[in-house]
């Protein structure tokens, strides 16, 4: 009978699908996959969300996630939570930011069949990753349960940003509501 058998092995260079765990200080154990690599290093998302939090305390998504409160809590708080052995191999985006949450395209890709979402959300001009092609990798925990999630991208229309249902569809939230948080970062 042929089975397929996970082996652990230490190795320094990522392939997609490859997972990692992260123990996060006062958050706890998570594991985190490869989900893309590049000539920058390997793109790794949580498979869960680690907490529960507003992209802004007053509804406003002036700035985008940049300039978000998330991403400020995300780039001092959370990044010290992580291990010394994993900070040190993290990669800086383009704004200098080490964690980030996943962007509607990474999620859903560029060309997202929804009218209103073409019509009213910032999608990114990205492919949908490989994996997130499966729904069950678009799904995230927190505490055993569904939870939502946030994205990068802003409603044109309206103060909310972008964020993913319990069940793995697109959907977007007020930028003051408490949606899950799972980590992106870039690993050399």
């Not at 082996?7 to 893309?36: C, P, R």
């Not at 002036?62 to 900070?87: H, Q, Y």
Request: proline share 3%.
């Amino acid at each position: 009978m042929k089975v397929k058998r996970m082996v652990e092995t230490e190795t320094k260079i990522f392939i997609v699908g490859d997972k990692i765990s992260i123990d996060l200080q006062g958050y706890g154990e998570f594991t985190a996959t490869a989900h893309e690599v590049t000539g920058n290093g390997s793109l790794f998302i949580f498979d869960d969300c680690v907490c529960k939090r507003r992209m802004n305390a007053t509804d406003t998504n002036e700035g985008g996630f940049v300039k978000s409160e998330l991403c400020s809590w995300m780039n001092t708080e959370l990044l010290r939570a992580f291990p010394d052995d994993i900070r040190s191999r993290m990669v800086a985006d383009e704004n200098g930011n080490y964690l980030t949450v996943p962007t509607h395209g990474q999620i859903f890709g560029k060309d997202y069949d929804d009218e209103w979402d073409q019509a009213n959300i910032d999608i990114d001009q990205r492919e949908r990753l490989p994996l997130m092609k499966d729904r069950r990798n678009r799904i995230a925990d927190i505490d055993g349960k569904w939870t939502w999630y946030w994205l990068q991208n802003v409603i044109r229309s309206y103060p909310h940003f972008a964020g993913v249902l319990s069940g793995g569809a697109a959907n977007y939230g007020d930028s003051s509501d408490v949606g899950g948080v799972r980590p992106v970062f870039l690993l050399n």
